[in-house]
């Protein structure tokens, strides 16, 4: 995903998909079993949801980007693990998966 404040807004205005709610516990008070999103990966960064209160935290940084890029395309205040790592770039195995994945995307649009 793109990362910009179009795109990571402080509120939504409606949810096609639960993800964490409130936060917390709020998905086990609503009788959901599911863990709900484990990862959130954009053009500058990986976030994942802080094990107790469920806001997404970045954890690694992608190579050249700085903190201040990740917060001017965050619609609220970024939060970051104690530990950030710059994000390893991607092996042939995940590159050629990825190229088949667009190219069979591509073709299916084509036929629509």
Do not use: N
């Not at 404040?5 to 402080?10: A, E």
């Not at 960064?45 to 903190?67: C, M, N, Q, Y």
């Not at 693990?81 to 591509?106: G, N, Q, W, Y």
Request: with cysteine; aromatic share 6%; glycine share 8%.
């Amino acid at each position: 995903m793109v990362q910009s404040k179009r795109g990571m807004v402080d509120k939504i205005d409606f949810f096609t998909s639960f993800g964490h709610g409130e936060g917390g516990d709020h998905r086990q008070r609503l009788g959901i079993s599911t863990k709900g999103p484990t990862l959130l990966i954009t053009d500058l960064a990986i976030w994942k949801p802080d094990p107790v209160t469920k806001e997404f935290t970045v954890v690694s940084l992608h190579p050249g980007v700085t903190r201040e890029q990740v917060q001017e395309t965050c619609g609220w205040p970024v939060k970051y693990a104690d530990s950030i790592v710059e994000t390893a770039p991607p092996t042939e195995l995940e590159l050629s998966t990825l190229r088949d994945l667009k190219a069979r995307t591509d073709a299916a649009h084509k036929r629509a």
